[in-house]
């Protein structure tokens, strides 16, 4: 559990909550869509920290925490101490005095871990180099907007089993859905979430997972009766073997028309953005009628800031009571 010693509530991975608090974030969150602009975060600041170049998570948590009433600060991480000349120690007891909230966007995983066992108050993981359960939730609430629920249906993720792949692996055996990878050899799932996986199965969890690393045959069964496709980036950022990974993927892990036809015929497809047009997927699926990757975008607004509010009411709302206010 990634939680502080104070047992503050973060939002650091899927694994770290029931369904039902899940359920419950994704109920605020259609509440927020209908109903943006709210007093959750009056008077309270939101530390927003980039180690990463960001769009739609900057510009998502800013209007975020500005229709929850509260005000965000902003920090870059390549000019602040945090983790570098300060230990993350000191850096979370120190911005636990001066603000309510925190949302990193980090390099290392394990920083944010770091942050959070130490802050005092709730620590929410914008994403790192192992997960991104922002980006999964809103997923799957854009699915659950458009066809309902998500139990017992069939995802198809195409291409690598990077952090997406890792949450979405999580959120198989929390929701109780199949999920079906296909990805080269050289770019599968690392050991750690194949190990964790077996081990839900074993326990007898709902949900599967199954990778296809034979791209002539893997791709086709993989999206075979599908009801969501997605892919991401074949390059991620701070990704260095660009020409090696171009060369492994282009070849086949492109989602076009004619592998969204092995989907049901009502499959959606998704792309947490930004893409390479032309490389993971083509023009013609971007644009086309199955996909919602604009309502996906727009959802991550709406589910941050149920995520923060959740947030407020088991780490804020303590933090007041100690303090006496």
Avoid at 218 to 231: N, W, Y
Wanted: aromatic fraction near 8%; hydrophobic fraction near 40%.
């Amino acid at each position: 559990m990634s939680q502080s010693a104070n047992n503050l509530r973060h939002f650091i991975d899927l694994r770290d909550f029931t369904l039902a608090e899940i359920e419950d974030i994704l109920r605020l969150a259609t509440e927020f869509k209908a109903n943006p602009w709210q007093n959750h975060l009056k008077r309270k600041h939101v530390a927003l920290i980039f180690e990463k170049d960001s769009t739609r998570t900057r510009m998502s948590f800013e209007v975020g925490v500005n229709q929850l009433g509260g005000d965000s600060l902003v920090i870059d991480g390549s000019t602040s101490h945090i983790g570098g000349k300060e230990n993350l120690y000191d850096s979370a007891k120190v911005m636990s005095r001066f603000i309510d909230m925190i949302m990193i966007r980090a390099n290392s995983h394990d920083s944010v871990v770091g942050l959070a066992q130490h802050s005092e108050v709730p620590v929410l993981n914008g994403l790192t180099d192992y997960n991104h359960p922002c980006q999964v939730l809103t997923d799957i609430f854009t699915y659950i907007e458009h066809r309902g629920p998500i139990q017992g249906k069939k995802i198809a993720w195409i291409g690598d089993a990077n952090n997406m792949a890792n949450t979405f692996v999580h959120a198989a055996f929390l929701f109780g859905f199949h999920l079906a990878i296909a990805t080269p050899l050289e770019y599968q799932l690392v050991g750690t979430v194949q190990r964790w996986a077996a081990k839900q199965k074993e326990a007898g969890k709902p949900g599967s997972i199954v990778q296809y690393l034979d791209p002539e045959s893997g791709l086709a069964e993989a999206v075979r009766d599908a009801d969501l496709v997605l892919t991401d980036t074949w390059i991620s950022m701070g990704d260095t073997d660009y020409e090696l990974r171009k060369a492994v993927f282009s070849p086949y892990y492109t989602v076009d028309a004619a592998l969204m036809k092995q989907a049901k015929p009502d499959a959606l497809f998704m792309h947490c953005l930004p893409a390479s047009r032309g490389q993971e997927v083509t023009d013609e699926v971007m644009d086309g009628p199955q996909s919602v990757i604009f309502d996906e975008a727009e959802n991550r607004l709406h589910v941050q800031k149920a995520i923060m509010t959740w947030l407020l009411q088991f780490g804020l709302a303590a933090r007041n009571t100690d303090n006496g206010g």
